[in-house]
Protein backbone atom coordinates (compact mmCIF):
# COMPACT_ATOMS: atom_id res chain seq x y z
CA UNK A 1 0.00 0.00 0.00
CA UNK A 2 1.36 3.69 -0.89
CA UNK A 3 0.76 6.60 0.85
CA UNK A 4 0.68 10.66 -0.78
CA UNK A 5 3.93 10.93 0.04
CA UNK A 6 5.73 7.91 -1.15
CA UNK A 7 3.96 8.56 -4.71
CA UNK A 8 4.95 12.34 -4.56
CA UNK A 9 8.28 11.42 -3.81
CA UNK A 10 8.78 9.08 -6.55
CA UNK A 11 7.34 11.75 -8.79
CA UNK A 12 9.72 14.34 -7.73
CA UNK A 13 12.65 11.43 -7.99
CA UNK A 14 11.60 10.79 -11.94
CA UNK A 15 9.75 13.77 -13.18
CA UNK A 16 10.13 17.55 -13.70
CA UNK A 17 7.48 18.60 -11.04
CA UNK A 18 6.03 21.54 -12.65
CA UNK A 19 3.42 22.33 -10.07
CA UNK A 20 3.28 21.44 -6.96
CA UNK A 21 0.37 21.73 -4.00
CA UNK A 22 -1.11 19.89 -1.21
CA UNK A 23 -2.94 16.97 -2.97
CA UNK A 24 -1.81 17.92 -6.33
CA UNK A 25 1.26 17.64 -8.69
CA UNK A 26 1.24 18.38 -12.10
CA UNK A 27 4.43 16.48 -13.97
CA UNK A 28 6.13 16.62 -17.32
CA UNK A 29 6.00 13.41 -19.13
CA UNK A 30 7.98 12.33 -22.20
CA UNK A 31 5.80 10.87 -24.51
CA UNK A 32 7.77 9.72 -27.66
CA UNK A 33 9.34 11.03 -30.29
CA UNK A 34 10.96 14.01 -28.28
CA UNK A 35 7.28 15.03 -27.22
CA UNK A 36 6.35 15.62 -23.61
CA UNK A 37 2.94 15.94 -22.26
CA UNK A 38 1.48 17.28 -18.60
CA UNK A 39 0.15 14.78 -16.35
CA UNK A 40 -1.41 16.19 -13.18
CA UNK A 41 -1.62 13.73 -10.14
CA UNK A 42 -4.34 13.93 -7.78
CA UNK A 43 -4.77 12.51 -4.10
CA UNK A 44 -8.88 12.06 -3.72
CA UNK A 45 -9.79 10.64 -0.60
CA UNK A 46 -13.33 9.05 -1.16
CA UNK A 47 -13.97 8.81 2.87
CA UNK A 48 -13.41 5.66 5.07
CA UNK A 49 -15.67 3.11 2.50
CA UNK A 50 -13.59 4.31 -0.84
CA UNK A 51 -10.67 5.17 0.38
CA UNK A 52 -7.89 7.09 -0.93
CA UNK A 53 -7.25 7.29 -4.74
CA UNK A 54 -4.26 7.85 -7.02
CA UNK A 55 -5.94 9.53 -10.33
CA UNK A 56 -4.23 10.37 -13.14
CA UNK A 57 -5.27 13.66 -15.98
CA UNK A 58 -3.72 14.29 -19.15
CA UNK A 59 -5.20 16.98 -21.50
CA UNK A 60 -6.02 16.40 -24.90
CA UNK A 61 -7.25 19.52 -26.54
CA UNK A 62 -9.82 22.43 -25.23
CA UNK A 63 -13.30 20.99 -25.42
CA UNK A 64 -14.07 23.49 -28.10
CA UNK A 65 -11.28 22.61 -30.97
CA UNK A 66 -12.25 19.28 -31.00
CA UNK A 67 -15.38 16.80 -32.54
CA UNK A 68 -16.21 14.67 -29.51
CA UNK A 69 -17.35 11.60 -31.76
CA UNK A 70 -14.25 11.70 -33.38
CA UNK A 71 -12.46 11.81 -29.98
CA UNK A 72 -14.17 9.31 -28.74
CA UNK A 73 -13.76 7.02 -32.11
CA UNK A 74 -10.19 7.81 -31.99
CA UNK A 75 -9.80 6.73 -28.53
CA UNK A 76 -11.26 3.14 -28.42
CA UNK A 77 -8.33 0.94 -27.80
CA UNK A 78 -7.00 2.95 -24.83
CA UNK A 79 -5.38 0.71 -22.84
CA UNK A 80 -5.78 2.56 -19.26
CA UNK A 81 -8.20 5.28 -18.44
CA UNK A 82 -10.67 7.19 -20.17
CA UNK A 83 -11.72 10.14 -21.48
CA UNK A 84 -13.23 12.90 -19.44
CA UNK A 85 -14.14 16.50 -19.10
CA UNK A 86 -12.12 18.99 -16.70
CA UNK A 87 -12.89 22.46 -16.73
CA UNK A 88 -12.76 23.47 -20.16
CA UNK A 89 -10.54 20.51 -21.82
CA UNK A 90 -10.83 17.07 -22.99
CA UNK A 91 -8.47 14.88 -20.91
CA UNK A 92 -7.41 11.09 -20.28
CA UNK A 93 -7.93 10.35 -17.01
CA UNK A 94 -7.11 6.55 -14.97
CA UNK A 95 -7.51 6.28 -11.15
CA UNK A 96 -5.95 3.46 -8.89
CA UNK A 97 -7.10 2.70 -5.47
CA UNK A 98 -3.97 3.30 -2.94
CA UNK A 99 -4.70 0.39 -0.60
CA UNK A 100 -3.44 -1.71 -3.72
CA UNK A 101 -1.00 0.73 -5.18
CA UNK A 102 2.80 0.36 -4.71
CA UNK A 103 3.87 3.72 -5.20
CA UNK A 104 6.74 2.36 -8.23
CA UNK A 105 3.45 0.85 -9.72
CA UNK A 106 2.38 4.09 -10.75
CA UNK A 107 5.16 4.50 -13.40
CA UNK A 108 3.28 2.54 -16.23
CA UNK A 109 -0.16 3.75 -16.20
CA UNK A 110 0.95 7.59 -15.76
CA UNK A 111 3.16 6.90 -19.20
CA UNK A 112 0.23 5.13 -20.77
CA UNK A 113 -1.81 8.16 -20.00
CA UNK A 114 0.69 10.37 -21.31
CA UNK A 115 1.42 8.59 -24.65
CA UNK A 116 -2.72 7.88 -24.92
CA UNK A 117 -3.10 12.11 -24.58
CA UNK A 118 -0.48 12.67 -26.43
CA UNK A 119 -1.18 10.18 -29.27
CA UNK A 120 -4.85 11.79 -29.35
CA UNK A 121 -3.81 15.62 -29.29
CA UNK A 122 -2.18 14.68 -32.46
CA UNK A 123 -5.18 12.81 -34.31
CA UNK A 124 -7.65 14.92 -33.49
CA UNK A 125 -5.56 19.02 -33.64
CA UNK A 126 -2.64 17.81 -35.21
CA UNK A 127 0.06 19.84 -32.90
CA UNK A 128 1.50 20.00 -29.27
CA UNK A 129 0.01 22.65 -27.62
CA UNK A 130 -0.87 21.12 -24.13
Do not use: N
Not at 58 to 65: I, N, Q, T
Amino acid sequence: MATWGQVTLLLKTVYDVLRDSTDSLDVQVPAGDGRTQVVTVRYVDQGEDDGSWVVLESPVARLDDVDLARAIEVSEDLLVGGLAKRMEFLIVTHAAPMTTLDAQDLSRPLALVARSADRLEQALVGEDYL
